[in-house]
């Protein structure tokens, strides 16, 4: 699940960087909160394992 939410946000904060050129903190605030849900994804893949 976090895989799937981290690949979303990544490519809609991808989207507004070259497609849409929004500026502001709306689109690095969607890649920090896609890497956080990255980690969070192999986090909770070692503590099952």
Same mark, same amino acid.
């Given at each position: *699940? &976090?895989l799937?939410i981290?690949? $979303?946000? =990544?490519? =809609?904060w991808? =989207? /507004?960087? &070259?497609?849409?050129?929004v500026? /502001? /903190?709306l $689109?690095?605030?969607?890649? $920090?909160?896609? %890497?956080? +849900?990255l %980690? *969070?994804? &192999? *986090?909770? +893949?070692? +503590?099952a394992?």
């Amino acid at each position: *699940m &976090f895989l799937t939410i981290f690949v $979303i946000l =990544l490519v =809609l904060w991808l =989207l /507004g960087l &070259f497609a849409f050129h929004v500026a /502001g /903190g709306l $689109i690095h605030l969607l890649l $920090i909160i896609a %890497v956080i +849900s990255l %980690v *969070m994804h &192999f *986090m909770r +893949s070692r +503590s099952a394992a």
